[in-house]
């Protein structure tokens, strides 16, 4: 079976091609000026479905509603469209995505278990350098 977060990634680029904004060859073509512009455009998409998915909730303690939590799924649907958007736009395939997710993932395991929970984990390194900047 082929890998699911690659078929999304797939499936976003074609639908962005339609769309007439291919995110893939934004990334390869695209100078920094028209990347940066996409990339914040889709990032305030992305802003504007989570602001939509908190409004299926009652976030309001002031007010009586039901909350819709079906809507909700919708929403993060429509979240992901614009987060794997940026990705591609960043230069990001979805085997990129996984990669760095893994090492950040192990990252913050080793934190938790090194005391970042108690505030005794240093994330500066002896070369003065975030323990993030490994990742990359």
């Known amino acids: 079976m082929e890998n699911m977060l690659e078929k999304i990634f797939d499936m976003q680029a074609e639908l962005n ?33 989570q602001i939509e998915a908190e409004n299926w909730l009652n976030w309001k303690w002031w007010a009586k ?5 079906k809507q909700v799924e919708l929403e993060l649907v429509d979240m992901l469209h614009f ?21 950040k993932n192990n990252l913050n395991h080793k934190r938790q278990e090194l ?11 002896q070369n003065g350098k975030e323990d993030n900047e490994a990742l990359l």
């Open 17 to 49: 091609r339609r769309i007439g904004r291919d995110s893939v060859k934004l990334s390869i073509e695209g100078s920094d000026k028209e990347r940066i512009k996409w990339f914040l455009d889709f990032s305030r998409a992305l802003l504007h479905e």
């Open 65 to 69: 509603k039901e909350n819709n939590w």
């Open 83 to 103: 987060w794997v958007s940026m990705c591609q736009v960043a230069g990001m395939d979805a085997e990129k995505v996984y990669e760095l997710y893994t090492a």
């Open 115 to 125: 005391g970042y929970k108690e505030g005794t984990y240093n994330k500066i390194n």
